[in-house]
């Protein structure tokens, strides 16, 4: 786990995007190669370090979870397309257990946020005002209580750099039609409850997690991006979770925690992380791989 891709280079095939964690590429006029690096963002900045095997963690847990609900919708993989057929030597070397050829949808501007538990911008939002994203809740919450039943909190995908904002479902049946908002609602919180009960068995408190859909040219609702990862779920261990207090995940929380306590102002470029906040943000990513597809 020593070596770590920051930044991908493949010269054969035309660059199309970089986010702030994958690197996307065209393949021919039909699908698309998705690089996972070792890239971290934190508050919606990209650090300067990259962690030693998150890419290939991220990517085998997508997969995991996209075969597990290919029966409820399809999704982004495209199985028939070889790396090999398409990428030289040196370049497949980059790409060893950390890249896919995916079908090229059209991709939803929403990001479809499942809640369970009460953390984060939605205790803030909570604490202020007894809702969560316009969503009222029961008096009385703590920090980190489960919900009543989980929530759908879509916001609007922000470019690279700027904060995702939370918009109402009104907001989404505006942009993209009543039809296909309820079914990304309806679709979200399906996955969200599956994955949750099954994570659940496996130790694991999925607490919130974003998707993304996208539409082929039928208009079918496809599974796209990266699915239930430690970048995209919050995770934490079942056997100590408590309500009241903030528990530790499985995730990119240790990194946070370290930069909250530094003078940083939160905008690029990012500090340096110490060699201790990466090893151990390295094993946690692991460890949440290990106990969810072992």
Known sequence: MSSALFESRIDSLPRIHRGKVRDIYAV???HMLI????R??????ILPQPIPGKGAVLQA?????????AGLLPNQMAPEMRLEDWLRPDELAQCEGRAVIVKKLKALPIECVARGYLIGSGWKDYQASGKVCGI???????????????????ADKAPVGSHDENITFAEVERRIGADLAKQLRDTTLRIYGEASEYARSRGIIIADTKFEFGLDDAGRLHLIDEVLTPDSSRFWPADTYRAGVSPPSFDKQIVRDYLETLAWNKKAPGPQLPDEIIARTGATYREAQRLLTA
């Open 136 to 154: 009222a809740l029961p008096a009385g919450l703590r920090l980190a209580d489960k919900l009543p039943e989980p929530i759908f909190t879509p």
């Open 28 to 30: 021919g006029d039909s």
């Open 40 to 45: 971290l963002s934190a508050f919606d900045v």
């Open 61 to 69: 847990l997508t997969e995991f979870w996209m075969r597990r609900f």
């Open 35 to 38: 690089v996972t690096s070792d």
